[in-house]
Nanobody, 130 residues
Framework: QVQLVESGGGLVQAGDSLRLSCSASGATFSILSMGWFRQAPGKGREFVAAITWDGRDTFYGDSVKGRFTISREEGKNTVYLQIHNLKFEDTAVYYC???????????????????????WGQGTQVTVSS
């Protein structure tokens, strides 16, 4: 059973930067492809970013391209989401997720689908004040 724990959220001002972390356990991290999603109040869960198990490929949602960067650190079993120039509309609960280790590979067409992911963290709240 894969367990994911997010951290790093908080109350920030517009224009600030923030780094979210997601720590994984219960499986060999080096074979896990990882994704980040967010959910704003009253809205559905939105794809933000993803990274393949080997770190070679990254994917981003259209609304965050250029400001968000996903990365991974194998020695710490952690995936990061670096956010620059935070905007009010970035206010949301941010979740990390991963498919089952034997699940399909990430592609540009499937990586944003909620159904691809089997394990989710509890989320970390990011609130941006204007």
């Amino acid at each position: 059973q894969v367990q994911l724990v997010e951290s790093g959220g908080g109350l920030v001002q517009a224009g600030d930067s923030l780094r979210l972390s997601c720590s994984a356990s219960g499986a060999t991290f080096s074979i896990l492809s990882m994704g980040w999603f967010r959910q704003a109040p009253g809205k559905g869960r939105e794809f933000v970013a993803a990274i393949t198990w080997d770190g070679r490929d990254t994917f981003y949602g259209d609304s965050v391209k250029g400001r968000f960067t996903i990365s991974r650190e194998e020695g710490k079993n952690t995936v990061y989401l670096q956010i620059h120039n935070l905007k009010f509309e970035d206010t949301a609960v941010y979740y990390c997720a991963t498919p089952h280790p034997s699940g399909p590979a990430f592609t540009g067409s499937n990586v944003g689908s909620l159904n691809l992911y089997d394990y989710w963290g509890q989320g970390t709240q990011v609130t941006v004040s204007s």
